[in-house]
């Protein structure tokens, strides 16, 4: 489905100024995954994962919305499979959700191209739209999503799935100066906040500010300084949205998670135990892992031992495992929480299961706040959340 051309014009006006590293992390993720098995050291994996990033430019290239209700805007039909016995077909009913209902958006596993959605209790599935085969980044509650060229990023959502944050260079490429963040909704120009960070010139590997965190509401954001040579996270600050005051700020780390409303932060050390500070800067738990994803209420987290351990959910105030994944040997990779509710979506990788997309196939567990699994999905490749 189209976008709305408001929102696609707002973005759009933002692609010669975008900060080229504003998807740093998933880039480092994904840097970290294909190394996982190797012996190489870890410095080197950051390293080569934010050098990655220094050269991309955005080039937004296609925009959907799931259908709410009784509107329908025509999308072009997938091709059926000749052997339906033994591959399957695509999803060919769009996906239908009462307006507000928040989706999980995932690769069709039977045509790349396609995005399919599913709603949070796993009952309701169906076609979304399609262009995908680049990847790309989606809402939190998966309402519409903007595909991307290979080497492209894109500004970081809003928790309120309207707004997003972006930092941008304030001088050309090939100088070394501070960063913008900014604020954009639909049918707004975007909004300078803060000067944060910086951006170095493009070839010298220096990395660049990151947005993990931007709620509105919360009139907050939180953006990390990527640094350069091994570095992952050289510092952060953690900045209101309506001012551009600094509300507190601090240093060095290997991965940083933020929880959607940016009031608690979690930075893993260089032995993978995070420390998770609260809304004032202070330190409010330590956990045995890296934390990669706050629940929606912050009261528990997905940890995973290192960027190819299993993952677990605990609840970080007291280190109650909640969930562990059933099986050692899988590998997280990427998870997610439901907007405004209290279940978590994990993206766990089958060794077994071999990325021929350039994207990881996953089982992907939707646990709720008790620690079951209210539905699985198998060999799945999950889109842009």
């Not at 840097?31 to 994962?49: C, F, H, K, T, V």
């Not at 952060?236 to 933020?258: K, P």
């Not at 929606?296 to 299993?310: I, L």
């Not at 992907?364 to 699994?373: E, S, Y």
């Amino acid at each position: 489905m189209t976008m709305r051309d408001d929102l696609r014009t707002a973005l759009q006006s933002q692609q010669s100024s975008l900060g080229d590293v504003a998807d740093a992390r998933q880039r480092l993720m994904h840097g970290a995954m294909l190394n996982r098995d190797q012996p190489a050291n870890r410095s080197w994996q950051w390293a080569a994962a934010v050098a990655a990033v220094l050269i991309a430019a955005i080039v937004i290239t296609t925009f959907a919305l799931v259908k709410a209700g009784g509107h329908t805007t025509p999308v072009p039909a997938a091709t059926p499979s000749p052997h339906p016995q033994v591959s399957p077909t695509p999803l060919s009913s769009q996906l239908v959700v009462p307006p507000g209902t928040p989706v999980i958006l995932y690769h069709d596993p039977a045509n790349f191209d396609q995005v399919d959605g599913v709603t949070w209790d796993g009952r309701t599935s169906g076609r979304v739209g399609v262009g995908a085969t680049s990847g790309g980044n989606a809402a939190p509650d998966g309402s519409h999503y903007q595909t991307l060229d290979k080497a492209a990023v894109s500004p970081f959502w809003a928790d309120d799935s309207t707004h997003y944050c972006a930092v941008v260079r304030t001088k050309s490429r090939d100088v070394t100066g501070p960063g913008m963040l900014q604020i954009g909704s639909s049918g707004q120009q975007p909004r300078n906040v803060a000067k944060v960070g910086t951006f170095g010139a493009a070839g010298l590997n220096a990395g660049g500010p990151t947005v993990v965190a931007c709620s509105p509401g919360a009139d907050r954001a939180v953006v990390y300084q990527s640094g350069g040579q091994g570095i992952g996270v050289a510092e952060f600050w953690v900045i209101q949205l309506s001012n551009g005051r600094v509300l507190w700020h601090a240093g060095r780390g290997t991965w940083i998670a933020a929880s959607h409303d940016g009031r608690y932060v979690a930075l893993a050390d260089d032995s993978f135990k995070s420390t998770v500070y609260g809304p004032n800067g202070q330190v409010a738990g330590r956990i045995d892992g890296t934390v990669f994803t706050f629940s929606w209420d912050a009261s528990v987290a997905v940890v995973a031992p290192n960027y190819g351990g299993a993952p677990s959910i605990l609840d970080w105030r007291d280190g109650q495992t909640v969930w562990t994944c059933p099986k050692s040997t899988y590998q997280y990779t990427q998870s997610l929480p439901e907007p405004g509710g209290t279940h978590i979506a994990i993206g766990a990788a089958d060794p077994a299961y071999k990325n021929t997309t350039g994207f990881q196939p996953v089982d992907l567990f939707v646990v709720g706040p008790d620690g079951v699994v209210v539905f699985e999905k198998k060999d799945v490749t999950l889109f842009g959340q």
